[in-house]
């Protein structure tokens, strides 16, 4: 009997899934996963010798869920999605470099001839040798996430021009025993492809942050669109309260990290416009975390992080290139 997980997040198709691949008894659906942040929880927890996921998923992409599987649980991947026109399409192109072993085109209608060649394609993967993902390689040397009681927390905000600049600080961040809370502003319809973006560059996991979710150090957490990012009690919340300009707020972040994580916090302010992150900045610093705005130079707009150093909310002010380090040296001081 093939064991195989069902990543979808359609409800009528997820039912004709398990049909079709269930049809000649050869083949048992052990778990369902209906979005890219769920799937590899669902793996872990079932091992099942196949996947199949849809590429267009809820919660970072299907492409986000085959990098998180392949860096933590290997398991052989059917990409089955209707963004794949053939073997040499961009989807299925990408969805190869991402380590799925097989992607073919989900028929906009079932055939019995597409059911029997969805059975073959599973069948093939069975056993099939798969590897780590390079970028899970980099994240297992620094261990995979961890829970802790105390874990302590990284603060990052960041406004116009923040992506690429987010996108380099994450990639130094290997090896960082913390939890990484981002804040950047953003339209609520881009999140999922920034998170997917952020997931491909850090070699640390990155997901979209849910309410109560506990804190994990090594894990990467972005905020959603129209919610504050907070930490209580050593597990993110989303809250929509207070109603501010900015919804993920920085000055919400920074705040609530400076009331729960005291000295074991380090905040970071990157380029930005306007003055959102200044004054929950300084919280931190008061409370005793180690605090660092971008510099002039390396910031596409420098407003964000001046008015964090005019208040003597940063101590340190630092070019891009050098805050993934400054980051790590200081954790490396609260953790030892």
């Known amino acids: 009997m093939i064991r195989v997980v069902v990543v979808e997040d359609s409800a009528?198709?997820?039912?004709?899934?398990?049909?079709?691949?269930?049809?000649?008894?050869?083949?048992?659906?052990?778990?369902?996963?209906?979005?890219?942040?769920?799937?590899?929880?669902?793996?872990?927890?079932?091992?099942?010798?196949?996947?199949?996921?849809?590429?267009?998923?809820?919660?970072?992409?299907?492409?986000?869920?085959?990098?998180q599987i392949m860096a933590f649980a290997p398991t052989p991947i059917l990409v089955l999605?209707?963004?794949?026109?053939?073997?040499?399409?961009?989807?299925?192109?990408?969805?190869?470099?991402?380590?799925?072993?097989?992607?073919?085109?989900?028929?906009?209608r079932w055939t019995a001839a597409a059911e029997a060649e969805l059975r073959k394609r599973v069948r093939s993967l069975?056993?099939?040798?798969?590897?780590?993902?390079?970028?899970?390689?980099?994240?297992?040397?620094?261990?995979?996430?961890?829970?802790?009681r105390t874990v302590p927390v990284v603060a990052v905000a960041a406004s116009t021009g923040g992506p690429p600049a987010l996108a380099k600080l994450l990639a130094g961040l290997g090896g960082l025993r913390a939890a990484v809370l981002v804040v950047q502003h953003l339209h609520p319809d881009f999140i999922d492809g920034f998170v997917t973006w952020m997931a491909r560059v850090s070699p640390l996991p990155v997901q979209p942050?849910?309410?109560?979710?506990?804190?994990?150090?090594?894990?990467?957490?972005?905020?959603?669109?129209?919610?504050?990012?907070?930490?209580?009690d050593g597990r993110l919340m989303l809250d929509p309260e207070p109603?501010?300009?900015?919804?993920?707020?920085?000055?919400?972040?920074?705040?609530?990290?400076a009331t729960s994580s005291g000295r074991r916090a380090v905040g970071v302010l990157l380029t930005g416009m306007g003055d959102d992150g200044a004054t929950g900045l300084l919280a931190m610093r008061t409370a005793g975390a180690h605090t660092i705005a971008q510099d002039?130079?390396?910031?596409?707009?420098?407003?964000?992080?001046?008015?964090?150093?005019?208040?003597?909310?940063?101590?340190?002010?630092?070019?891009?290139?050098?805050?993934?380090?400054?980051?790590k040296r200081s954790m490396k001081r609260v953790t030892g």
Do not use: C, W
Request: glycine share 8%; net charge positive.
């Open 126 to 148: 069975r056993g099939a040798t798969v590897l780590r993902h390079p970028r899970g390689r980099r994240s297992a040397d620094a261990g995979e996430p961890r829970r802790t």
């Open 12 to 67: 009528s198709q997820r039912a004709h899934l398990v049909r079709a691949l269930e049809a000649e008894g050869d083949i048992a659906v052990v778990a369902l996963a209906t979005d890219a942040t769920a799937a590899l929880g669902v793996v872990q927890e079932h091992r099942p010798e196949v996947v199949t996921v849809d590429l267009q998923l809820p919660g970072g992409g299907g492409r986000h869920a085959i990098e």
């Open 81 to 108: 999605s209707a963004t794949v026109t053939g073997p040499h399409s961009e989807a299925a192109v990408n969805a190869l470099v991402s380590g799925a072993l097989d992607a073919v085109p989900k028929p906009a």
């Open 296 to 327: 002039e130079r390396s910031s596409a707009v420098y407003g964000m992080p001046r008015v964090a150093k005019a208040v003597g909310a940063a101590v340190e002010v630092l070019p891009l290139d050098a805050v993934a380090e400054a980051v």
């Open 243 to 257: 109603r501010t300009l900015h919804r993920p707020s920085a000055n919400e972040l920074f705040k609530s990290v």
């Open 209 to 232: 942050a849910t309410d109560r979710a506990p804190l994990q150090a090594g894990a990467v957490y972005i905020a959603p669109g129209n919610a504050h990012l907070k930490v209580k």
